[in-house]
Every structure is written in C-alpha cells, then in structure tokens.
C-alpha cells in the first residue's frame, strides 16, 4: 500500500474512533492531503510568482496565461477590481501607459 492511501486510511480510521462527521466533500479531502503533502514554503512562493509577475517582452496573451494559471494555484479570492489593478501592474510600462489613457476598459475577465 502507498504512502497516500496509508495516510488516508489512518485520517477515516481517526474520524471514526473520534466520532467526528465523515469527510463527504472533494474540499475537505483536498486541504487535508494538502495540509500532509504540500509544504507551507511551497505555496508562499507560488504567492510571490503572483505577486512578482511581470509581462516583460511576452505578448498579452503569453502573460496573460501564467497570470491566471497562479491565481487559480494561488486560490485567490478577491474582488474583481484588486485583480484587474494586479493584471495591470505586471504590464510592460508602455501598455499599462495605454491603459491608463483608457480607464474603464474592460481589460482582463477570468
């Protein structure tokens, strides 16, 4: 038997020795393999990529890609507004010129 399905077993053998509610939602089964296998390290430098993304000679779409790709990894929740503001920032200097000429665009929809 491999280490996950060991580890798995022992959480469902736990929850019922304990008497605790079962674990009936793909969420729950997600953050506790995360919380076991995903090291906290991991997912801050996941953050910073986000964080620190920048167009730099990729076209729109190339950036674009990786923009959403860790905002998806990443699980952000915020409001529309504070990721269009994120999407503009990583800009080259002469679209973002652009996009300030033009407030209002509708310029980056998940």
Same mark, same amino acid.
């Given at each position: 038997?491999?280490? @996950?399905?060991? &580890?798995?077993?022992?959480?469902?053998?736990?929850?019922?020795?304990?008497?605790?509610?079962?674990? #009936?939602?793909?969420?729950?089964?997600?953050?506790?393999?995360?919380?076991?296998?995903?090291?906290?390290?991991?997912?801050?430098?996941?953050?910073?990529? &986000? #964080?620190?993304?920048?167009?730099?000679?990729?076209?729109?779409?190339?950036?674009?890609?990786?923009? %959403? @790709?860790?905002?998806?990894?990443? %699980?952000?929740?915020?409001?529309?507004? &504070?990721?269009?503001?994120?999407?503009?920032?990583?800009?080259? @200097?002469?679209?973002?010129?652009?996009?300030?000429?033009?407030?209002? @665009?509708?310029?980056?929809?998940?």
């Amino acid at each position: 038997m491999g280490n @996950a399905k060991y &580890f798995w077993k022992t959480i469902v053998r736990d929850v019922n020795l304990r008497r605790r509610p079962p674990i #009936l939602s793909w969420d729950q089964t997600r953050d506790i393999l995360k919380e076991k296998y995903i090291p906290a390290y991991y997912m801050n430098n996941l953050l910073n990529q &986000f #964080l620190n993304l920048k167009q730099n000679t990729s076209t729109n779409t190339e950036y674009m890609s990786p923009f %959403e @790709a860790l905002m998806l990894r990443c %699980e952000v929740d915020e409001e529309h507004r &504070f990721i269009v503001s994120r999407f503009v920032n990583g800009l080259r @200097a002469d679209i973002k010129c652009e996009v300030k000429v033009h407030p209002g @665009a509708n310029l980056y929809t998940p």
